[in-house]
């Protein structure tokens, strides 16, 4: 109704001789504060909203998405800070009366803004610096309180996507955003990924030196913000950072069996030794749940080797459409031959002008648009999530790259499909070193690809 009223005020001034240029840009600032103030009411949630709207605005076309991605930078700005004596009283709830004894020097000044609560620096008794993550009062109450307004107006997202299962994909989502209330899992997590990544010469995960209720205390890292990186780095410099995400995100599940689900710009940084910094445990998941593995080999097997009879049946056989729907298997198999696209050269460069092209060809509303027919099933949810939100910071570095043969490396079931595609369009296979890699201790393998 909101929009409606827009658009009657725009044809009240168009008959005053406004251009229609003109009302439609702004129409398009009234829609996207609008779309500010809604996700400001929702005080626990309006954050991680905003880091998956951020793929929408990408996909708009480049002249109107301004007021979308200044809504979106003062949403990011309107997160509340904790006066020092707030941040006291929390200090003291997670640690107890004597907490300031742990520390030889704690900022009361907010370092940076998270989520759902706020970074601090300050010095550990040992003498490292570190990075103290305290959760906003009252913030698990909110989130909890926006989780059942979304699962109450979720039943509008089937005008979206009449084939899926939204409750499920809801319950789903909601259970993902719940879990970050939980800092004793986020730490464990985070020394999960420690473990895994110490001494990497690719990538830093800062260690965890304790956690109490709802705060955190981890190493802190010196480094460059990925979102730095995006405004002013080098082409070299953002093709490099975006195939380390790139890396990580893939290697991540088979080195520490959770899948990093949260990977937006503010989360990684660039250390002046050119690793990859990684921070905010929150949103991690078990991965890979049973048959994934068949799912990625089949799925794609079928897109670059199969008919559309194959595409039918793998789609049907994991649960990507209801029982006895039909859905348009000729288009999805256009549009997935178009996405994999990063997976049949042997380097590519990702652009956000890619990305939009899939996008809002994805979200196009017509009402034979094949997207509208399809489910996800509810366990898929958390890769969903990962991978598009990746996806888009990483078309936003521009990345260029040996794509495929990172894809390839942790993925046997992906890489055999890349060789029957090559041996088929009679292309000589380029996957030898995947094999070799593979073969390769973790720690030597940055110094091999690039």
Not at 389 to 409: D, Y
Request: hydrophobic share 45%.
């Amino acid at each position: 109704m909101a929009f409606a009223g827009r658009q009657a005020a725009g044809i009240g001034k168009r008959a005053l001789g406004k251009s229609t240029a003109e009302i439609n840009a702004d129409i398009q600032l009234r829609t996207a504060q609008h779309i500010f103030e809604v996700l400001g009411e929702l005080k626990g949630c309006a954050t991680k909203l905003g880091q998956l709207l951020s793929l929408y605005e990408l996909a708009l076309p480049s002249e109107i998405a301004a007021p979308y991605r200044t809504a979106l930078s003062q949403l990011q700005d309107a997160a509340p800070t904790m006066l020092p004596a707030t941040v006291h009283e929390a200090m003291t709830t997670g640690m107890g009366e004597n907490w300031r004894w742990h520390f030889s020097e704690f900022d009361d000044r907010r370092a940076a803004a998270a989520s759902i609560g706020q970074v601090h620096r300050a010095v550990w008794r040992d003498g490292r610096q570190v990075a103290v993550k305290v959760m906003y009062p009252g913030a698990r109450q909110a989130v909890l309180a926006d989780l059942e307004q979304l699962r109450r107006i979720s039943v509008l997202a089937t005008v979206f996507a009449p084939g899926a299962d939204v409750p499920a994909v809801t319950e789903a989502i909601c259970t993902c955003v719940a879990d970050e209330l939980d800092y004793a899992a986020e730490a464990d997590h985070q020394r999960r990924f420690a473990a895994a990544y110490a001494d990497d010469p690719d990538f830093v995960v800062p260690n965890v030196l304790t956690q109490r209720g709802d705060v955190i205390v981890t190493e802190w890292l010196h480094g460059t913000p990925v979102s730095r990186i995006i405004e002013s780095g080098t082409p070299a410099e953002r093709s490099r950072v975006g195939m380390l995400i790139i890396r990580f995100l893939l290697s991540s599940w088979s080195r520490t069996g959770l899948l990093y689900s949260d990977p937006h710009p503010g989360n990684f940084r660039v250390l002046p030794d050119g690793r990859l910094g990684v921070v905010d445990f929150g949103a991690c998941t078990p991965w890979p749940p049973p048959g994934f593995e068949e799912l990625v080999g089949e799925l794609m097997d079928a897109t670059f080797n199969g008919s559309t009879a194959d595409l039918d049946a793998a789609i049907r056989r994991h649960r990507f459409v209801r029982p006895g729907r039909n859905f348009d298997v000729e288009t999805l198999a256009e549009g997935l031959s178009a996405a994999g696209e990063p997976l049949t050269s042997p380097t590519f460069r990702l652009s956000t002008a890619w990305l939009r092209g899939h996008v809002r060809s994805a979200l196009a509303p017509r009402l034979s648009n094949v997207n509208r027919q399809l489910d996800m099933p509810a366990y898929f949810t958390p890769f969903a999530r990962s991978f598009l939100t990746a996806l888009g910071v990483v078309c936003q570095l521009e990345t260029e790259g040996p794509i495929r043969a990172e894809f390839a490396r942790w993925s046997p079931e992906l890489a055999a499909a890349l060789e029957r595609h090559d041996a088929r369009r009679a292309q000589p296979v380029d996957l030898g070193i995947v094999r070799h890699l593979r073969a390769v201790p973790p720690g030597r393998r940055a110094s091999i690809v690039g």
